[in-house]
């Protein structure tokens, strides 16, 4: 057999005439099977036509192929080694900084002066001291209180006094 012969065709023809006469006579009738049948027809003329001119190539071909394939393999088994290599690193880096971001005290962002609406504190203000019940003349003494460090015990002998003064 000549190499540049069609070996394929045979086989082709043989396939597309061997179906039984039921099948032939629906494909003669049928318009989508025949553009099927021409279609599967064409891709085996074409895979025919590409096999044989990948056989008719040189050996140089076939030399710089696998040489182009050993190379992409070894760049990927590098680039593999230097991941694995690098993973653990950088995981414990990560949980590293995520516990070292855990661990630092989260302080509220500081509202800038310029933001402060000081018409809008004095209404609150206002509000509190009208909700609240508090007899005009003894207002300032409850803001003033109000304003102290709660946090700080009062004046032992202050708080003496009160209790004493509440006996009678």
Not at 38 to 50: D, N, P, S
Not at 68 to 96: D, H
Not at 97 to 116: N, T
């Amino acid at each position: 057999m000549n190499p540049n012969e069609n070996s394929h065709a045979p086989l082709v023809e043989q396939t597309l005439v061997g179906f039984d006469l039921a099948a032939e006579h629906h494909l003669a009738h049928c318009a989508p099977c025949q553009m099927e049948r021409e279609r599967v027809q064409e891709a085996l003329q074409l895979f025919g036509a590409a096999n044989r001119e990948y056989t008719n190539r040189s050996e140089s071909f076939w030399e710089q192929q696998a040489a182009r394939i050993l190379a992409a393999r070894n760049e990927r088994t590098r680039r593999s080694r230097m991941v694995m290599t690098l993973a653990p690193g950088l995981a414990v880096l990560m949980l590293l900084a995520f516990a070292l971001l855990h661990r630092a005290p989260v302080s509220a962002p500081a509202q800038p002066v310029s933001q402060i609406d000081y018409d809008h504190e004095l209404l609150v203000e206002v509000e509190r001291a009208v909700q609240s019940g508090t007899p005009l003349s003894l207002q300032a003494a409850t803001l003033m209180v109000e304003d102290s460090d709660s946090s700080r015990p009062m004046n032992s002998d202050n708080s003496a006094k009160e209790r004493r003064s509440h006996e009678n």
